[in-house]
């Protein structure tokens, strides 16, 4: 079994475990590999396993019935999926797909439910984990329903213009999300909703502002 | 010369999860930092940049207007 200890005790699920305890725990673990651009959970459909992932980035996201994508979180190394199914017995509530090629540490869901009873500091781990999960997504929550960050977009683009010849300032979308006061995965989304209504063309490293008065009836301003 | 996402070697820790998620083979590790591969067909996708923890790797817009 190539499964790393070291990697495998820096798994926040198992912080704080003996080197025994990590050991028996490690012999439950699988590996599984996937290209780029694979799904390996689907909404709607039961979950048989946990997965850690090893190497690579796996998106968490959701898709609208339009096909409308919204990311909810980037699963980074030590970092697991597929937990709410795991834990709860009940269907996906969101796909992952992998975002390059990755390695996977799975864990079947009847070899969790018997770690979680045998090691209560992997069930306290767990909560602390699945907690954060919660203030994560409320904050997500806050900021698509509360907040009308689109047109905070608009205006931070409009304030933004750069000359023909492109001088300017440039922004990212990391920098975008910190001025709206919003995470990154939703400055993406209101960029496109913009670029779907018109008032702005995405050309690779290029904001193109097509309809300027467009963008301004989505700032709320008058034409 | 094409544009291309910008690294901070200060910044980058070498980790390569923005290796794995270029679908353009953009990026390449070199002496364990993140070296950009200049490729016409990097498409601004900011993929690398949305993985990247330690903020290494920036891919900024130009903002323009240009009303038909």
């Given at each position: 079994?190539?499964?790393?200890?070291?990697?495998?005790?820096?798994?926040?699920y198992?912080?704080?475990?003996?080197?025994?305890?990590?050991?028996?725990?490690?012999?439950?673990?699988?590996?599984?590999?996937?290209?780029?651009?694979?799904?390996?959970?689907?909404?709607?459909?039961?979950?048989?396993?946990?997965?850690?992932?090893?190497?690579?980035?796996?998106?968490?996201?959701?898709?609208?019935?339009?096909?409308?994508?919204?990311?909810?979180?980037?699963?980074?190394?030590g970092?697991?999926?597929?937990?709410?199914?795991?834990?709860d017995?009940?269907?996906?509530?969101?796909?992952a797909?992998?975002m390059?090629?990755?390695?996977?540490?799975?864990?079947?869901?009847?070899?969790?439910?018997?770690?979680?009873?045998?090691?209560?500091?992997?069930?306290?781990?767990?909560i602390?984990?699945?907690?954060?999960?919660?203030?994560?997504?409320?904050?997500?929550?806050?900021?698509?329903?509360?907040?009308h960050?689109?047109?905070?977009?608009?205006?931070?683009?409009?304030?933004?213009?750069?000359?023909?010849?492109?001088?300017?300032?440039?922004?990212?979308?990391?920098?975008?999300?910190?001025?709206?006061?919003?995470?990154?995965?939703?400055?993406?989304?209101?960029?496109?909703?913009?670029?779907?209504?018109?008032?702005?063309?995405?050309?690779?490293?290029?904001?193109?502002?097509?309809?300027?008065?467009?963008?301004?009836?989505?700032?709320?301003?008058?034409? | 010369?094409?544009?291309?996402?910008?690294?901070?070697?200060?910044?980058?820790?070498?980790?390569?999860?923005?290796?794995?998620?270029?679908?353009?083979?953009?990026?390449g590790?070199?002496n364990?930092?993140?070296?950009?591969?200049?490729?016409?067909?990097?498409?601004?996708?900011?993929?690398?940049?949305?993985?990247?923890?330690?903020?290494?790797?920036?891919?900024?817009?130009?903002?323009?207007?240009?009303?038909?």
């Amino acid at each position: 079994m190539a499964v790393q200890l070291d990697f495998f005790k820096r798994i926040p699920y198992f912080s704080g475990l003996s080197l025994a305890e990590l050991e028996s725990i490690q012999k439950l673990v699988f590996e599984k590999t996937a290209d780029r651009a694979e799904t390996v959970a689907l909404e709607g459909e039961p979950a048989a396993n946990l997965y850690f992932v090893a190497s690579g980035v796996v998106k968490v996201f959701k898709t609208s019935a339009e096909g409308k994508e919204q990311i909810l979180s980037i699963v980074r190394p030590g970092e697991s999926f597929n937990d709410v199914p795991i834990f709860d017995g009940g269907p996906n509530p969101v796909s992952a797909r992998t975002m390059g090629p990755v390695l996977l540490y799975g864990m079947k869901k009847n070899d969790m439910g018997a770690i979680l009873r045998n090691h209560p500091q992997v069930a306290s781990n767990v909560i602390k984990v699945l907690a954060k999960r919660v203030r994560d997504l409320v904050s997500l929550v806050e900021d698509l329903s509360f907040r009308h960050v689109i047109s905070r977009v608009a205006k931070i683009l409009f304030d933004h213009i750069g000359d023909e010849m492109g001088h300017g300032p440039r922004l990212t979308q990391q920098q975008m999300a910190a001025m709206a006061g919003t995470a990154r995965e939703v400055v993406g989304r209101s960029l496109k909703a913009l670029e779907e209504q018109g008032a702005i063309k995405l050309d690779r490293h290029r904001i193109i502002i097509t309809d300027k008065e467009a963008l301004k009836k989505v700032m709320g301003l008058p034409s | 010369m094409t544009e291309m996402p910008i690294i901070d070697v200060h910044k980058c820790d070498g980790c390569g999860l923005c290796v794995g998620v270029c679908h353009c083979h953009a990026l390449g590790i070199v002496n364990e930092i993140i070296t950009i591969i200049e490729t016409v067909n990097c498409d601004w996708c900011t993929d690398c940049e949305a993985v990247c923890l330690t903020g290494a790797i920036s891919c900024p817009f130009e903002i323009i207007i240009q009303e038909s």
